[in-house]
Structures are given as C-alpha cells and as structure tokens.
C-alpha cells in the first residue's frame, strides 16, 4: 500500500480540506436567494431568517418559538387590516 493510500480507519474526519465554515456559525441557516440578495447575519432582517432558520421542528420549544413569532409579526397585520374594515363600515 501506498503512503497517499493509507487511511486511519479512525479518523472521522473524511474531508479534512473543507473549507466551509461549521453549520454553527452564525448565517449558515440563510436561504441561497436571501443571501444572493445581499442579507447577512448581521443586518436585523437576515438574523431573524438565521434565527428562524435554525428552529427544529421536532423540539417542543422551537415549535412554541415559531409560534410565538407568527403571533408577534401576524398581529400588527391583522389589526391594520381591522383597521382599515372600521374606517370602511
């Protein structure tokens, strides 16, 4: 066997010349079109895609996180809504 053949076959790095940063790292959860369109992690509507991104449906509390976001963005539309039906009736 070749020395560029051989392989520790403990090592559980399978790719060691990755350059991409972890899954972690704050951003990684941003979709390819809002990051084509210029969102980071860093301007407050990237981070709240990140932030929502990164919620896993399968915990209870990220799912009550989700919620309680459709709840606090949801409702100052509704209420304009509302608002606009008591100017018209």
């Given at each position: 066997?070749?020395?560029?053949?051989?392989?520790?076959?403990?090592?559980?790095?399978?790719?060691?010349d990755?350059?991409?940063?972890?899954?972690?790292?704050?951003?990684?959860?941003?979709?390819?079109?809002?990051?084509?369109m210029?969102?980071?992690?860093?301007?407050?509507?990237?981070?709240?895609?990140?932030?929502?991104?990164?919620?896993?449906?399968?915990?209870?509390?990220?799912?009550?996180?989700?919620?309680?976001?459709?709840?606090?963005?949801?409702?100052?539309?509704?209420?304009?809504?509302?608002?606009?039906?008591?100017?018209?009736?």
């Open positions: 066997m070749r020395q560029d053949e051989w392989r520790d076959e403990f090592d559980e790095d399978v790719d060691p990755d350059d991409a940063p972890p899954y972690w790292f704050p951003g990684q959860h941003l979709p390819e079109h809002a990051r084509g210029g969102l980071t992690h860093h301007v407050p509507d990237g981070a709240l895609l990140d932030f929502a991104g990164s919620l896993d449906g399968t915990k209870p509390l990220h799912r009550i996180t989700a919620w309680v976001l459709l709840v606090v963005f949801g409702l100052p539309v509704v209420f304009a809504v509302m608002r606009l039906f008591y100017a018209w009736g």
